[in-house]
């Protein structure tokens, strides 16, 4: 019978940790660049980026026509401003790239492709802690509202399934 027992809160364990690390990644929000023009020249960057609220654990996914654009990571504020393309720190180029958003801080990109920049085609991302509240930034702007895959709801949300999850599984096994 000790054994039976060993196995099951074994199980129980192993069950506990997958489901926090499911939370976790719950959490997290997935933000297609551009809404849903994509990364796209006719897209408005700074107006999109501005509606949007970006946390560390949160992805950027760029989407756009492989040949046509591509996406740079830009290391500094003036190379954004100047759209320096030759001083990038990362180079992406697949037509679906998800870059994940691993600290706060500030994050500049841009369009590869020669004079797409110089046109509007960057974005500058401010990224604030995971814990950091949901109220808005801006007081009053007529801004689209979030194109996230996980709105602030479920960010809230998420939590209390996971935790009543953990919990029926435990009667489950336990019991």
């Known amino acids: 019978m000790e054994g039976v027992f060993g196995y099951k809160f074994l199980f129980a364990l192993v069950v506990v940790m997958v489901a926090l690390i499911m939370s976790e990644e719950a ?3 997935q933000h297609v660049v551009g809404g849903s023009q994509g990364w796209e020249e ?13 946390k560390v654990g949160d ?4 989407k756009y026509t492989s040949g046509l654009h591509s996406v740079v990571e830009l290391g500094s504020e003036s190379a954004y401003k ?9 180079s992406l180029n ?4 998800v870059v994940k958003l691993n600290k706060a801080g500030t994050r500049y990109f841009a369009c590869g ?10 974005v500058k991302i401010t990224t604030v802690a995971a814990d950091a509240s949901d ?3 801006s007081s009053s702007s007529s801004s689209p509202t979030s194109t996230s895959t996980a709105p602030s709801l479920s960010r809230s949300f998420a939590p209390v399934v996971s935790i009543s999850l953990i919990f029926t599984l435990l009667f489950l096994v336990l019991f």
């Open 27 to 29: 959490l997290a929000a």
């Open 42 to 54: 006719s897209a408005d960057f700074s107006s999109w980026a501005s509606a949007q609220k970006f």
């Open 59 to 62: 992805q950027l996914v760029f």
């Open 82 to 90: 100047s759209c320096d393309i030759g001083s990038s720190v990362d």
């Open 94 to 97: 697949g037509g679906n790239n």
């Open 113 to 122: 492709t020669l004079g797409h920049c110089d046109q509007g085609m960057k």
């Open 135 to 137: 109220s808005p930034t």
